[in-house]
């Protein structure tokens, strides 16, 4: 069975600060990962994903992951913070690519201080 | 392209009574899946249509239900509602390959139950 955990619920950082969001998961074969944005009252939007590929994952917006499978992570950074990254980050995993469904972490919130 | 669309955008309802939520996937979209979304729970998967058959489902009581109809629209059903069933329900399309890598949100329909 797959799980994901994402360390700490709330992430504060000043604007042009590095952020790092991390997201630990568990799965006993090869996993699918991915990292979605939600927006106040807005769906889940995807902003990257690792389907075995190249480690080192680009997605929008700036956003990078990657993925250390020796510390089963897959940590969510950008190195400069914008006021409009502020939302709720949340990791997901999933064994394949099919139709298996994702599994989610809690989320973290990032609050952006000007 | 227009992207998932939820109808409707709230509800409001009291303990006993059922609702119906809509889902229209992006055109083209035959896999709707619906997840819902609370602050102590996160994400949580409900189930997964795909050409009108029921795929998935995830660990939910018998009360909540969902159907596919011939034009992908999708709609879930919650019966006696009760007051934990509060919560945005998010409905997700993608379409007939690589299910997880191509997954597109809407922006759900908030329920609350008093």
């Known amino acids: 069975a797959q799980s994901v955990t994402q360390l700490g619920s709330h992430v504060s950082v000043s604007e042009g600060a590095l952020v790092l969001l991390r997201c630990n998961y568990s799965?006993?074969?090869?996993?699918?990962l991915f990292w979605y944005v939600q927006y106040p009252n807005q769906g889940l939007q995807l902003l990257l994903k690792?389907?075995?590929?190249?480690?080192l994952v680009k997605g929008i917006n700036g956003f990078e992951a990657e993925f250390k499978k020796s510390e089963t992570s897959f940590h969510l950074t950008k190195p400069s913070a914008h006021m409009s990254d502020a939302a709720e980050y949340f990791c997901?995993?999933?064994?394949?690519?099919?139709?298996?469904?994702?599994?989610f972490g809690k989320g973290t919130r990032l609050s952006v201080i000007a | 392209k227009a992207g998932v669309t939820q109808t409707p955008r709230y509800l409001i309802k009291t303990r006993g009574q059922q609702v119906t939520l809509s889902c229209s996937p992006i055109?083209?979209?035959?896999?709707v899946s619906w997840y819902q979304q609370t602050p102590g729970q996160g994400l949580q998967f409900l189930f997964e249509?795909?050409?009108?058959?029921?795929?998935n489902k995830g660990n939910f009581p018998g009360r909540f239900s969902g159907r596919q109809f011939s034009n992908s629209r999708s709609e879930m059903n919650v019966s006696t509602l009760e007051l934990g069933d509060s919560a945005l329900y998010l409905c997700?399309?993608?379409?007939?390959?690589?299910?997880?890598?191509?997954?597109?949100f809407g922006s759900g329909t908030q329920l609350s139950v008093l």
């Open positions: 997901a995993v999933t064994p394949n690519s099919g139709n298996t469904p994702l599994v």
């Open positions: 690792y389907t075995s590929a190249a480690t």
């Open positions: 997700a399309s993608s379409p007939e390959a690589q299910t997880n890598e191509k997954l597109f």
């Open positions: 799965s006993s074969v090869p996993p699918y």
């Open positions: 249509y795909f050409s009108e058959t029921q795929r």
């Open positions: 055109s083209g979209h035959r896999s």
